[in-house]
């Protein structure tokens, strides 16, 4: 674990709003054969529920929270939470960063980095009782590392836009997944050894090729089969999940498309997983889409406090 006081002091000009709220951060290292993964506190004094939060693809923890304390991680610790962020290996403050050899798959995260997470939460707030949240491809990773483990501790989960296959048809999906994704992504991985998302301006971080190609798969495949092992997630969804939001935007047109959102919660044939779609017609100030429905001013004192309502009767 990093020295507090040292770290309070580096991190005091970034996080000068923080420490104003009175709000305490502390960055965790966690070693894996990769490297280190960092994993983000943030909470205040006092606060007993814990939730651990987990970013999509071509994105780290920033998604949840900005340098200036806005965004989902700190709206909650205002609410009593103990909120963890991490960046998977090679992305945000981990390291080494992703790059030609750099060997990470989803299988990898799903079944090894997971449960190690999960553990160091539970190891540092001292609970036992903890909910997930997942932001777009996060979100999935969470639903099949629970069809796997079935983990009686998680008490909630709530899931920002998480779709697993695309299956809407549209010529901006033909641009932006055939062709973009899937064939242009394709090609770059084999010419680099990696996907290098943010040379190319596909996103912020960089990603591994075998977690690329295993993702790739589940984007569109019906079947949703682990490519590595043969694991069937549809068969193993044989349980009754702990309760569960997924909501996602209006304005989200084609990575969390409400149809496809829709999909997901359907594979997992469970009674416990409640599904909204936020716009205007819904009575929310905006149609949000894929990013902003984290990351608009108008969140925290819209669907934020939706997705709040929905934590609080479980915590």
Same mark, same amino acid.
């Not at 020295?3 to 000068?16: E, R």
């Given at each position: %674990?990093?020295?507090?006081?040292?770290?309070?002091?580096?991190?005091?000009?970034?996080?000068?709003?923080?420490?104003?709220? /009175?709000?305490?951060?502390?960055?965790?290292?966690?070693?894996?054969?990769?490297?280190?993964?960092?994993?983000?506190?943030?909470?205040?004094?006092?606060? !007993?529920?814990?939730?651990?939060?987990?970013?999509?693809? /071509?994105?780290?923890?920033?998604?949840?929270?900005?340098?200036?304390?806005?965004? *989902?991680?700190?709206?909650?610790?205002?609410?009593?939470?103990?909120?963890?962020?991490?960046?998977?290996?090679?992305?945000?403050? @981990?390291?080494?960063?992703?790059?030609?050899? *750099?060997?990470?798959?989803?299988?990898?995260?799903?079944?090894?980095?997971?449960?190690?997470?999960?553990?160091?939460?539970?190891?540092?707030?001292?609970?036992?009782?903890?909910?997930?949240?997942?932001?777009?491809?996060?979100?999935?990773?969470?639903?099949?590392?629970?069809?796997?483990?079935?983990?009686?501790?998680?008490? @909630?989960?709530?899931?920002?836009?998480?779709?697993?296959?695309?299956?809407?048809?549209?010529?901006?999906?033909?641009?932006?997944?055939?062709?973009?994704?899937?064939?242009?992504?394709?090609?770059?991985?084999?010419?680099?050894?990696?996907?290098?998302?943010?040379?190319?301006? %596909?996103?912020?971080?960089?990603?591994?090729?075998?977690?690329?190609?295993?993702?790739?798969?589940?984007?569109?495949?019906?079947?949703?089969?682990?490519?590595?092992?043969?694991?069937?997630?549809?068969?193993?969804?044989? *349980?009754?999940?702990?309760?569960?939001?997924?909501?996602?935007?209006?304005?989200?047109?084609?990575?969390?498309?409400?149809?496809?959102?829709?999909?997901?919660?359907?594979?997992?044939? @469970?009674?416990?997983?409640? /599904?909204?779609?936020?716009?205007?017609?819904?009575?929310?100030? !905006?149609?949000?889409?894929?990013?902003?429905?984290?990351?608009?001013?108008?969140?925290? !004192?819209?669907?934020?406090?939706?997705?709040?309502?929905?934590?609080?009767?479980? !915590?």
């Amino acid at each position: %674990m990093n020295n507090f006081k040292v770290l309070l002091t580096q991190k005091l000009n970034i996080f000068g709003l923080l420490l104003h709220r /009175f709000m305490i951060y502390t960055k965790f290292d966690i070693d894996f054969p990769q490297g280190t993964s960092a994993l983000h506190r943030f909470t205040k004094e006092g606060n !007993n529920k814990v939730i651990f939060l987990l970013h999509g693809y /071509f994105e780290d923890g920033k998604i949840f929270y900005t340098l200036k304390g806005k965004g *989902f991680a700190p709206f909650l610790v205002d609410y009593g939470y103990d909120v963890f962020v991490c960046d998977l290996l090679g992305k945000g403050e @981990s390291e080494p960063k992703v790059s030609k050899g *750099f060997q990470h798959s989803q299988y990898e995260i799903i079944t090894r980095d997971m449960p190690k997470y999960i553990e160091k939460v539970k190891s540092i707030s001292g609970k036992e009782k903890i909910s997930l949240g997942g932001h777009s491809w996060g979100g999935v990773i969470l639903m099949a590392y629970m069809a796997r483990f079935k983990n009686e501790d998680i008490i @909630s989960i709530v899931n920002f836009a998480s779709k697993r296959r695309i299956a809407r048809k549209s010529l901006k999906k033909l641009i932006q997944i055939n062709l973009g994704w899937t064939w242009y992504g394709g090609y770059l991985v084999k010419k680099h050894g990696y996907l290098p998302a943010s040379k190319m301006k %596909m996103g912020t971080t960089d990603e591994p090729a075998d977690y690329y190609q295993q993702a790739d798969i589940w984007v569109r495949e019906k079947q949703w089969i682990d490519p590595e092992d043969g694991f069937n997630y549809h068969e193993n969804f044989n *349980f009754e999940l702990p309760p569960s939001l997924f909501i996602t935007g209006k304005g989200d047109k084609i990575l969390g498309h409400p149809k496809d959102v829709k999909i997901l919660v359907d594979e997992m044939n @469970s009674k416990n997983i409640t /599904f909204k779609v936020i716009g205007k017609e819904t009575g929310h100030l !905006n149609d949000y889409d894929h990013i902003n429905l984290l990351t608009h001013k108008d969140a925290p !004192n819209d669907h934020f406090k939706f997705v709040l309502d929905f934590l609080e009767k479980f !915590n």
